[in-house]
C-alpha cells in the first residue's frame, strides 16, 4: 500500500495534487500555489469549486448546507469545525451558503438546512437532515466512510 497515491484537491486554488499514502497530508502542501492542503477547518464553497471537490478528491468529501439565517445551522457551525480538525485529511469539510449558493441547493434537492450530505468518487453515500452534535457527528461520519471505503 505504500505506492498508494491520493489525489487530493487544493481548497485554495482548486488544482489537483498527488499525494503519496505514507505521506503526512496534514503536512503537504500544494504544488501550484504553495498553500497548505488541510486547515483544520472547512472550506467555503462555490458550485463550481463543489463539483471539483466531490469528483477528483480521492478521500471522501462531506459538505454542510447552510444559511446565515438558520439558527441551528449556526449551533452546528463551531462542532463541525472542531470535528473537521480531527478527521482531516481522511476527509474534506466543505460549507455550502444555501442563500449564496441556491442552484446547488436545488441540484442536491436540499429542503431542510442545515443538511449534511457526503459523497465518495462524486457518489452521495450519506445524508443527514439536522443539527448534529459532536457526539452524533463523529460515529456518523466514522460509519459512512468506512462503509464507502468497503464497498470501492
Ligand atoms: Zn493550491
Known amino acids: 500500500m505504500s505506492e498508494e497515491i491520493r489525489h487530493i484537491v487544493c481548497p485554495h486554488c482548486e488544482r489537483i495534487n498527488r499525494i503519496p499514502g505514507q505521506r503526512d497530508a496534514r503536512k503537504a502542501k500544494c504544488g501550484h500555489c504553495h498553500q497548505p492542503l488541510f486547515t483544520g477547518r472547512p472550506i467555503p464553497a462555490s458550485a463550481q469549486s463543489v463539483v471539483t471537490h466531490i469528483q477528483r478528491n480521492d478521500i471522501p468529501v462531506v459538505i454542510d448546507f447552510w444559511a446565515q439565517w438558520c ?82
Not at 482531516?88 to 434537492?109: G, H, I, Q, S
Not at 438546512?113 to 456518523?140: D, H
Open 71 to 152: 439558527g441551528p445551522c449556526k449551533v452546528m457551525a463551531p462542532v463541525y469545525e472542531r470535528v473537521a480538525s480531527e478527521f482531516e485529511p481522511d476527509l474534506r469539510f466543505l460549507k455550502v451558503d444555501t442563500e449564496a449558493e441556491p442552484e446547488l441547493a436545488a441540484r442536491y434537492n436540499i429542503r431542510s438546512i442545515p443538511t449534511l450530505m457526503l459523497f465518495r468518487k462524486g457518489n452521495v453515500v450519506a445524508q443527514q437532515a439536522g443539527a448534529m452534535n459532536a457526539e452524533s457527528l463523529r460515529p456518523w461520519l466514522r460509519q459512512h466512510t468506512r462503509a464507502a471505503a468497503a464497498a470501492s
